[in-house]
């Protein structure tokens, strides 16, 4: 493999990761303001789950886009993906209701690190010593700045931590699924779809959300401008899904986490302004440019490393994993 053909590839890798970080930032914002308003979080996610398989099976029937046929012993393999998705993004759509987005996503960066520790035991070796440093560095701009927060809500911090561990074992499984199964972004999507939905409607109807969370719905489409934003929230919920099954394969689990962390920048700055006034503080303030810091760090970290590396023909695990 030729210096022609590596100049594509990090074009691409770049392409993913920037489209997740717009796709992550965009969707806090819309979860959270369709949460404001309707705060049944698990019907929303079984609602975009249904969306993101409708519109990739009619778009496959329209000859839009492809996918491989559905495959039971493949949707065995992605099970436990689907699982660790799905609390992933039902805790984290639970702590939003009570924690600020400045302090949601203060949480969330924490992720990173729990990526690295998970490699770790994994057995995948130890990363660059840049790298460790950095990503610590990121989770430690993180406990500053959630000192600052004045309106500390438990419930809420435990459901973003406990988002926290699932989304961690989601991202490892994911990069580790993609990888192996040699399955695009679209598979990787109708597979979870489809698999999260009798998970999905066992939780709604067990949390008691169901059917009331429904008749709460028809009476909120009424209103245009919950119409609008719901149906936003639907059509993220698939670019989020695509965008980031899409970086974690493109890219890695540790790459996916740190690009949530450097888009955690601006969506913490815009948190400030919109959706609920939040009292700024100097841990704030110091934590986010720690954090930053963090993030650009490793940015630079992950360019010497590439530099150093000599391109294989057949890349391994490791390389894959902190490309």
Not at 171 to 185: M, P, Q, R, Y
Not at 287 to 296: A, D, H, K, S, Y
């Amino acid at each position: 493999m030729g210096a022609d053909a590596g100049e594509p590839s990090s074009i691409l890798s770049l392409a993913a990761a920037f489209s997740y970080g717009v796709a992550s930032m965009a969707m806090v914002f819309v979860n959270k303001a369709v949460l404001m308003q309707y705060v049944h979080s698990m019907t929303l996610l079984t609602l975009q789950q249904i969306a993101t398989a409708l519109l990739i099976h009619f778009g496959q029937v329209l000859g839009m886009s492809k996918r491989k046929d559905f495959n039971l012993i493949t949707a065995k393999k992605l099970l436990p993906v689907s699982i660790f998705y799905n609390a992933n993004v039902g805790f984290a759509l639970a702590s939003l209701k009570g924690v600020n987005i400045p302090m949601y996503i203060a949480i969330k960066r924490i992720t990173p690190l729990a990526v690295l520790v998970s490699g770790c035991i994994r057995g995948k070796g130890k990363p660059p010593t840049q790298v460790t440093l950095s990503v610590i560095c990121t989770a430690a701009g993180v406990l500053i700045a959630a000192l600052g927060d004045f309106s500390f809500d438990l419930y809420g911090y435990c459901m973003a931590l406990t988002s926290v561990f699932f989304q961690t074992m989601y991202l490892v499984l994911v990069e580790k699924s993609g990888a192996e199964d040699g399955l695009s972004s679209v598979d990787l999507m109708f597979y979870n779809s489809i698999l999260s939905l009798p998970f999905l409607f066992f939780l709604i109807i067990a949390t008691g959300e169901f059917p009331h969370s429904l008749a709460v719905l028809s009476a909120k489409t009424a209103s245009l401008s919950f119409s609008v934003i719901l149906v936003i929230s639907l059509v993220m919920g698939i670019v989020l899904n695509f965008t980031m099954f899409w970086c974690t394969i493109v890219n890695s689990a540790l790459t996916t986490t740190i690009v949530g962390v450097l888009k955690g920048v601006g969506s913490t700055t815009l948190g400030f302004i919109l959706l609920g006034g939040v009292e700024v503080h100097a841990l704030n303030v110091t934590g986010l440019v720690i954090n930053t810091f963090g993030g650009v760090w490793y940015s630079y970290a992950k360019y010497k490393q590439k530099k150093k590396t000599p391109r294989k023909l057949v890349p391994d695990v490791e390389s894959h994993a902190h490309k």
